[in-house]
C-alpha cells in the first residue's frame, strides 16, 4: 500500500476558519515533516504544474490524486460537469497523480441533515440512473488520460448513506466506477466499512482512512456536517468507531496495494502531530498484518 495525507489535515476547506489557515509553501514542510512522502492536492496547493511539480520535488513529496465535487445528478448537467472534472484530470497527469476522486458536491439541505437523512431527501431513482451514466461517462475519459476514477461517499451530499452508496455500485458498471472506501465519511452516514469492503472490496480502487468519534457523531446528528467537523467528529485512527484496525487488515488479506490516505479532517491539537500519530498508528497494523 501507498501511505499518503492530504492538505485537509491542516486546512478544512469545509470549516476554513476553525482554525489558522497554513499557507503555502509551507504546507508541503509539514506533510514531509510528518514523514509522508505522497498527499492528495488540494486548493491549498497552486495550480501551476510547473511550480508545485517543482516544490514537491524538492522535498521528495509526490501527488497522488485530488478530490472534485461533481454534479452529475442531471443529465443536462454532465457535458459541462464532466468538461470541468477533465480539466483537473488534465491537471493530475502534468503531476504524475494516479486518481481522480469524485463525489457529489451535495447541497445546503443534505449537509444540514447529514448523518441523519430523512427517506424524502434521499436520492431519487432517476437521479441514481443519472448520476451512475455520468460517472461512467467521466471514467471513460478519464482513463484515456492515464488515470482511474474513484467515486467517494460524503456526508452531506446525495451520496451518503447505504442505501446510496450500494445503489451506485449496483448501478455502474465495475470496470469503470471504482470506490474510494471512506471509512469515516461511511460511519457518518449509518453505513459499517468493515461489511461494504467484504461485499463490494472488489470495487475499491483508494481507500480514505479516518475514524468516527461515536459521542459527537450522536451528539451533532442533524445539527449540519459543518458543525460535526467543528466539534472533531473525526478522531485519531484506531479511537473511534470505524474499525479500522479490520478495515487495514481486510485490505491485506485482499491483497490491496493501492492508496491509502490518513485523514483527520480537524483537530484540538497540532495537525502535523496528529499526522504523525496517525502513521505511526497505521505503519505499525500494516507491519502486525504481513
Known sequence: M??????INWNNEDVPDYRPWLPYPGILDEIRRAGYTATEW???????????????????????????GVDLKEE?????????ALETARFLRAL?????????????VRR????????????????????ARGLEELAL????????????PHAGTYLETPEEVTGLLEATDPTLVALCLDTGHLVYGGGDPVELLRVYGDRVGYVHLKDVDPGVLEATRGKGFAEALRRYVFAPLGTGVARVPEVVRLLRERGFTGVVVLEQDTTPDDPTETA???????????????
Open 2 to 7: 501507498k501511505i499518503a495525507t492530504s492538505p
Open 42 to 68: 488540494s486548493h491549498s496547493l497552486p495550480r501551476d504544474p510547473v511550480r508545485l511539480r517543482e516544490d514537491l520535488e524538492a522535498r521528495g513529496l509526490e501527488v497522488v490524486g485530488a478530490f472534485e
Open 76 to 84: 443536462g448537467r454532465h457535458r459541462d460537469e464532466v468538461a470541468r
Open 96 to 108: 504524475g497523480a494516479s486518481h481522480l476522486v469524485v463525489a457529489d458536491p451535495g447541497d445546503p
Open 112 to 131: 444540514q441533515v447529514a448523518g441523519a437523512v430523512p427517506k424524502e431527501h434521499l436520492l431519487g431513482a432517476e437521479a441514481l440512473r443519472a448520476l
Open 141 to 152: 475519459r478519464v482513463r484515456e488520460l492515464g488515470l482511474a476514477l474513484v467515486v467517494h
Open 276 to 290: 504523525v500519530r496517525n502513521r505511526v498508528y497505521v505503519e505499525e497494523l500494516l507491519a502486525r498484518h504481513g
